[in-house]
């Protein structure tokens, strides 16, 4: 899908504000698999984060996070669209969201729920 600058920039703004600035603590995100293709071959998934300053209150953070990473949304299913099989999806999906946002796979760890 693609996604202006403009709305790549605003996501990761937001994400950074939710996520912090990738410090040495980390972040756990929380994964919820969606919807699973008939096939097999893609899933829709809604990574979630706890803040610390809202407790029991989540973060959902799907469409900003597909929007920085640059994939589908899925509106029906509430989460990014992951394509692919073999592997943890929900890693996959949390470690490039690290990637991407802060160069180090590891600054976000994934818990599935």
Same mark, same amino acid.
């Given at each position: ?7 790549? +920039?605003?996501? @990761?703004?937001?994400?950074? /504000? ?14 919820? %698999? ?19 300053? @809202?407790? !029991?209150?989540?973060?959902?953070? !799907?469409?900003?996070? /597909? @929007? ?13 669209? %992951?394509? !692919? ?13 690290? +990637? %991407? ?5 590891? %600054? ?6």
């Amino acid at each position: 899908m693609a996604y202006s600058k403009a709305e790549q +920039q605003e996501s @990761r703004d937001i994400l950074l /504000a939710i996520l912090g600035k990738g410090g040495k603590k980390t972040t756990n995100v929380f994964t919820i %698999v969606r919807h699973v293709s008939s096939s097999g071959m893609s899933r829709v998934i809604q990574p979630i984060v706890f803040e610390s300053g @809202r407790p !029991g209150q989540p973060s959902y953070l !799907g469409f900003h996070a /597909a @929007r920085v990473i640059g994939w589908p949304y899925d509106r029906k299913h509430e989460g990014v669209k %992951v394509s !692919g099989a073999g592997m943890d999806m929900t890693f996959h999906l949390v470690y490039t969201l690290s +990637q %991407v946002l802060f160069k180090d796979g590891y %600054v976000l760890s994934n818990r599935q729920l």
